[in-house]
């Protein structure tokens, strides 16, 4: 029987994102339905019932939410398609894990308290989410990816944000790249990878949806 594979997103999410790089890293078909979030489809509330958010990925009719542990739960549903994504060493994988929680608790607000917020406020994002980058930088050090030779798990779950970084960059007046040269070397590095760049959107589309957010949000 042919599998079925459903991806609930959103186009400018990069947590949503995630899901569709890690089944096109594993070569994974899968059919994409955009959710509107202000009107969320009866099939979202009900694969989703108790966060209600994107993304969801339905395999087969069974539910798998919240973007990392799909990212996870791909490679091991698809073990024998593709690159393995996490390491196979536990202490490796604790690691990976380890990363992706930090990204996941710290990154997402940083980036959305530069755009939803002015003055001082807006200063004290920028050196936040600067510094959360520059640590990141130095776990990735000198290798080609985190996951060392091989794009793997924080790569995936980290490389989204990619796309929201001139929006960051141009609504705060900052440069990424001045302070974190390397960081950016390696979003460059995974960009050229067309399974990701064939996914991730348009910064600057990226940056109209934002500039439509801050409106609907009242920033001043
Ligand atoms: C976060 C998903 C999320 O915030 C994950 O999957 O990793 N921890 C979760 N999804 C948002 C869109 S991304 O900004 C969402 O669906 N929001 C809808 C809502 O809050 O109603």
Not at 90 to 101: G, H, I, M, S, T
Request: charged fraction near 30%.
């Amino acid at each position: 029987m042919a599998e079925e594979v459903v991806v609930l997103g959103l186009w400018s999410s990069m947590i949503a994102m995630r899901t569709r790089v890690a089944l096109a890293e594993k070569g994974v078909e899968y059919e994409y339905r955009e959710e509107d979030l202000r009107n969320k489809t009866s099939l979202l509330l009900e694969m989703n019932p108790i966060h209600k958010k994107i993304p969801v990925l339905i395999h087969n009719g069974k539910p798998v939410c919240e973007s990392a542990n799909i990212v996870q739960y791909i490679d091991e549903a698809w073990k024998d398609k593709g690159p393995a994504l996490l390491p196979s060493d536990p202490y490796e994988r604790a690691q990976a894990r380890f990363w992706v929680d930090y990204i996941d608790k710290n990154l997402y607000e940083a980036g959305k308290n530069i755009w939803s917020t002015k003055g001082e406020e807006q200063e004290a994002a920028k050196k936040i989410f600067l510094e959360i980058l520059k640590l990141l930088e130095g776990e990735l050090g000198d290798k080609t990816y985190f996951g060392g030779e091989s794009f793997g798990f924080v790569d995936i779950n980290l490389v989204t944000f990619h796309c929201w970084f001139f929006t960051y960059e141009t609504i705060g007046n900052f440069s990424i790249e001045a302070v974190c040269p390397t960081l950016i070397a390696w979003c460059k590095r995974c960009m050229q990878k067309e399974r990701v760049s064939r996914i991730l959107p348009d910064p600057r589309k990226v940056y109209d949806k934002c500039l439509f957010l801050q409106k609907y949000y009242g920033v001043p």
